[in-house]
Nanobody, 119 residues
């Protein structure tokens, strides 16, 4: 069993910053990559940022230059530093892990953390 637990969401004014964190735990043999997605009710999920075990990163265009993803694969953690937040960043953010557990490689998800950007 693998679980992902997010933290760090909340309410912030436009232009402010938040830092999201996610820790994967359980019977983990390999973490190939971790990512953050976001999805507002009624909308499809959107990949926000991803980092792979070799350090490669990619971002959706709307957050480039504002968000930074970082990972510590020895500790199975990923962080998302979000700066210059905009109202359109308001969403539920989900941590995703591309993880091998018990010999099976699978996509695991956290329960989500709300980010609200509003004055």
């Amino acid at each position: 069993q693998v679980s992902l637990v997010e933290s760090g969401g909340g309410l912030v004014q436009p232009g402010g910053s938040l830092r999201l964190s996610c820790v994967a735990s359980g019977r983990i043999s390999t973490v190939y990559g971790m990512a953050w997605y976001r999805r507002a009710p009624g909308n499809e999920g959107e990949l926000v940022a991803r980092i792979t075990i070799d350090g490669a990163t990619n971002y959706t265009d709307s957050v480039k230059g504002r968000f930074t993803i970082s990972g510590d694969f020895a500790k199975n953690t990923v962080n998302l530093q979000m700066n210059n937040l905009k109202p359109e960043d308001t969403d539920v953010y989900y941590c995703n892990g591309d993880i091998r557990s018990w010999g099976v490689r699978w996509q695991y998800w956290g329960q989500g953390t709300q980010v609200t950007v509003s004055s």
